[in-house]
């Protein structure tokens, strides 16, 4: 109920009253302000969808949030067309699961002719979405990557666990060789293709061999990010009645080895682009307030001197120096 918050504020103030929202309903998903708050900015978001209709054993969400609902296209179109007339450079698309966006207007719009729409804004440099789920990324979605240059080559993919059996407990809706061949897909597009992906460690009857095959699955895919975490239980969930659950030092020991690893096929991702020349969106000032900072088309983090009148542009830097976490550059000033 986040599109709610101010008139849920403005009622306490008022009235003095405790305010329980409820309503769910698509009517409230959030649209972006266009007032002031948001002058000056240069990337925003635009929520298509709300709701899940995957009922993975772990998650909560279907029951709190409802069944999927997406917003008109035409309505997406509007809030995108004044985003970008407000300076806005890049948008990110957000739902649940936005692969299974389905606007039921005249002509049911999916979500790659919602993307091919977008693509005629001028003035709109770049979109990104998420997330998505493995078992609805469609060969039409893919091919988008191809054909729509603004559409930036990043993914966030979920797939929470190597192992075949383990998937099947989660009710994932999808093989181990199935995800494989998704990520292999789009790392045909373009080598430095960027997936990002979540993962988890100890679901209740994960067994060493289950967690050796998540190891493997992250060597053979070599994801440029992952979120990872410790199962925990979620009330009113399916795995919540599970046995065998794992016990919180396995947990703990088989995250570290995890993101170990994770930090060493991160930083070689990075050192890849040493030596070219990747195009950035300028967002501001680095944190230490000395460089420039933005993000390259696969959603890294690159940091390089230049005069803060940038800020808003499009430029190409020369990457010198890569680190787990970001990117180092020179600013190509004759581009």
Same mark, same amino acid.
């Given at each position: 109920e986040i599109g709610k918050i101010p008139q849920i504020l403005d009622r306490i103030i008022k009235g003095n009253e405790k305010v329980v929202a409820t309503d769910l309903s698509i009517k409230n998903i959030p649209r972006e302000r266009h007032d002031g708050y948001f002058r000056n900015r240069i990337k925003s978001y635009i929520s298509i969808m709300e709701g899940c209709n995957n009922f993975c054993s +772990?998650?909560?969400?279907? +029951?709190?949030? &409802?069944?999927?609902?997406?917003?008109?296209?035409?309505?997406?179109?509007?809030e995108a067309k004044s985003l970008v007339f407000q300076g806005i450079k890049e948008i990110t698309l957000l739902g649940q699961n936005v692969n299974s966006y389905l606007s039921a207007e005249r002509e049911e719009i999916n979500f790659p002719m919602l993307l091919r729409m977008l693509s005629g804004l001028k003035g709109l440099n770049r979109i990104r979405f998420t997330t998505s789920h493995p078992k609805d990324l469609s060969d039409d979605l893919i091919s988008c990557f191809k054909e729509l240059p603004f559409l930036c080559p990043?993914?966030?993919?979920?797939?929470? /666990?190597? /192992?075949?059996?383990?998937?099947?407990?989660?009710?994932? &809706? +999808? /093989?181990?060789e199935q995800y494989m061949a998704l990520t292999a897909?789009?790392?045909? *597009?373009?080598?430095? =293709?960027?997936?990002t992906s979540d993962v988890m460690v100890g679901f209740p009857g994960e067994s060493d061999k289950d967690f050796q095959m998540t190891i493997d699955l992250i060597r053979k895919i070599e994801f440029d990010n992952l979120f990872s975490f410790k199962y925990s239980d979620r009330k009113g969930t399916f795995s919540e009645?599970?046995?065998?659950?794992?016990d919180e030092h396995e947990k703990s020991s088989r995250l570290s080895i995890l993101q170990s690893i994770q930090k060493e096929i991160t930083l070689k991702r990075? *050192?890849?682009?040493?030596g070219k020349e990747d195009e950035v969106l300028v967002e501001g000032e680095s944190k230490k307030g000395v460089l420039l900072t933005g993000r390259n088309e696969t959603n890294k983090v690159v940091n390089f001197y230049g005069d803060i009148e940038l800020? &808003?542009?499009?430029?190409?830097? =020369? *990457?010198?120096?890569? =680190?787990?976490? /970001?990117?180092? &550059?020179?600013?190509?000033?004759?581009?």
């Open positions: +772990y998650c909560i969400v279907p +029951y709190v949030r &409802g069944r999927e609902v997406s917003r008109s296209s035409q309505e997406i179109m509007e990043h993914i966030h993919l979920p797939f929470q /666990s190597g /192992s075949d059996r383990i998937l099947r407990m989660m009710n994932r &809706g +999808y /093989s181990r897909k789009l790392r045909d *597009i373009r080598p430095d =293709f960027a997936i009645k599970m046995h065998n659950k794992i990075n *050192i890849k682009h040493i800020v &808003g542009s499009l430029v190409k830097v =020369f *990457i010198k120096r890569a =680190f787990i976490n /970001s990117l180092q &550059g020179a600013l190509n000033k004759n581009h």
